[in-house]
């Protein structure tokens, strides 16, 4: 199974909302990443989590909440989110070795549109 | 630092004839550099990498790159465009200080004429 799964596809939300997206893989990797892709724009890096643990956080808002229960698993809790927050969420994955050669595996994405 | 840039934001080819998408980039160390596709809507997928084991490398779907350190460049190729192969390309470096937060280049959108 070489294939990361993304929950939603899709996801409308108010701005008073709470929801959550959802990110699993089964190929035994350590890390995990989040990425936010405005249309037309390569994507941005907000979250890396390295056996577990959260390592990088790109100066995200807070409204984003990051949380890894375990090594197959990645959610992004969501909550009072901005219009400017609509864009493409993609979740990725690689063994965590540290090494630059290391390729990413994504997910196809959550469509994540703000009201 | 490092860097890459991708020259040209759109490219457009007839169906059959051979692709060109270019990237250049800067580092002051020997570079890990990828090639990556997305298709609309979709997650990206590794098409191809360099790890100074051979300047040129193949990858998936009939597309090879050159590495040349002498031009600072990691051209993208393919000898016969696909209607399949219209997407957005996106050529990465990947940081000898953090390998965690590779740097993409802005895209490059495939267009296919049929």
């Known amino acids: 199974d070489t294939e990361v799964t993304q929950t939603p596809k899709h996801l409308v939300m108010g701005m008073t909302n709470k929801k959550s997206l959802k990110c699993e893989q089964h190929?035994?990797?350590?890390?995990m990443y989040w990425y936010k892709q405005k249309a037309k724009k390569p994507p941005e890096l907000m979250f890396v989590y390295s056996y577990e643990k959260l390592s990088i956080n790109e100066s995200v808002p807070s409204r984003f909440s990051p949380e890894c229960p375990n090594s197959s698993l990645l959610n992004l809790h969501l909550h009072a989110l901005q219009p400017e927050d609509s864009a493409l969420y993609l979740c990725?994955?690689?063994?965590?070795?540290?090494?630059?050669?290391?390729?990413?595996?994504f997910g196809s994405g959550t469509q994540l549109s703000v009201l | 630092a490092q860097s890459v840039t991708q020259l040209d934001s759109h490219v457009s080819v007839s169906e059959g004839t051979p692709v060109l998408l270019r990237c250049n980039y800067s580092?002051?160390?020997?570079?890990?550099l990828f090639w990556y596709v997305q298709h609309p809507n979709k997650g990206l997928q590794l098409l191809l990498k360099?790890?100074?084991?051979?300047?040129l490398v193949k990858g998936i779907n009939g597309f090879e790159a050159e590495f040349k350190k002498s031009e600072t460049s990691f051209h993208l190729t393919k000898p016969s465009a696909h209607m399949s192969d219209a997407a957005e390309y996106f050529c990465?470096?990947?940081?000898?200080?953090?390998?965690?937060?590779?740097?993409f280049g802005s895209g490059t959108r495939l267009s296919i004429r049929p």
């Open positions: 360099y790890t100074s084991a051979a300047t």
């Open positions: 190929m035994g990797h350590r890390a």
């Open positions: 990465v470096v990947s940081p000898y200080s953090s390998a965690s937060k590779i740097i």
């Open positions: 580092s002051s160390y020997s570079p890990s």
């Open positions: 990725a994955s690689s063994q965590g070795t540290g090494n630059t050669n290391e390729k990413l595996f």
